[in-house]
């Protein structure tokens, strides 16, 4: 895989910093994109806001310059959201898709024209097990991931003549800065993280390890038969329905 070049938006922390730095561990050149241009070594860092086009052009450019051309995207900048269908005005669902969603759109339309100058291409997008399994107070980033499930799957019938392949991720509950963040502002965040990984089967949460190594699965040539897949990364949540422990 040396030589394959990557940009990974929202990579300067979490699960987009956990995979740029494991794409760099196996030969990409990897571009993160993301507000954060502080990334470690050998990562390049460029400044991209996804919910301006202009912003979006110019980073993927960059990032396209330098390398001289592209062959991965990996579309994981996004934000979260809580609350029913009643909780969000119009602004704030209308400010959450436009990250989750539109931002994604924006990076894949600004790069497509260098990936099908690859013969190594390779979208891959970070969904979310709330795609496909409904938790409370979730309707808001539930629906965008939704669609982020459907854009996967229309886009790799789109570019598959192409030469694209177009895949996305599904995590569970994952341990990332977003999540502790959650936690910290609960009146008992030990007792939140308790019940966040009670949630799922394998009684803990994905790690964003676990979840960067599905992407660069997904991303590399080993998955070159692979299109238009969702892969739960989820602890067994989307699936299984095992029995608790037995208690006295």
């Given at each position: 895989m040396t030589g394959l070049r990557a940009?990974?938006?929202?990579?300067?922390?979490?699960?987009?910093?956990?995979?740029?730095?494991?794409?760099?561990e196996r030969g990409y050149?990897?571009?993160?994109?993301?507000?954060?241009?502080?990334?470690?070594?050998?990562?390049m860092g460029l400044r991209c806001d996804v919910t301006d086009d202009a912003s979006?052009?110019?980073?993927?450019?960059?990032?396209?310059?330098a390398f001289g051309g592209l062959d991965v995207v990996?579309?994981?900048?996004?934000?979260?959201?809580?609350?029913?269908?009643?909780e969000n005005d119009d602004a704030e669902w209308s400010r959450v898709f436009d990250v989750n969603v539109q931002g994604m759109v924006r990076v894949s339309r600004a790069a497509l024209p260098h990936l099908r100058e690859s013969s190594h291409a390779a979208i891959v997008n970070t969904c979310s097990i709330v795609a496909t399994a409904g938790l409370p107070r979730r309707a808001l980033y539930g629906a965008?991931?939704?669609?982020?499930?459907?854009?996967?799957?229309?886009?790799?019938?789109?570019h598959l003549s192409e030469g694209i392949r177009v895949n996305c991720v599904n995590p569970g509950t994952a341990d990332t800065p977003w999540i502790n963040r959650l936690l910290a502002a609960t009146d008992d965040p030990a007792a939140?993280?308790?019940?966040?990984?009670?949630?799922q089967p394998s009684g803990r949460m994905v790690t964003a390890d676990e979840v960067a190594a599905a992407i660069a699965y997904l991303a590399g040539p080993d998955a070159s038969a692979?299109?238009?897949?969702?892969?739960?990364i989820d602890g067994g949540m989307q699936g299984l329905r095992v029995r608790p422990p037995a208690t006295r």
């Open positions: 940009i990974v938006t929202g990579g300067a922390s979490g699960i987009g910093l956990a995979t740029a730095s494991l794409l760099a050149r990897v571009a993160t994109l993301d507000l954060n241009t502080d990334v470690p070594a050998p990562l979006v052009r110019a980073a993927v450019a960059e990032a396209a310059s990996v579309n994981n900048a996004g934000i979260g959201a809580q609350g029913t269908v009643e965008t991931k939704g669609a982020v499930l459907s854009l996967t799957l229309n886009m790799a019938a789109d939140e993280r308790v019940a966040l990984e009670a949630r692979t299109t238009g897949v969702a892969l739960a």
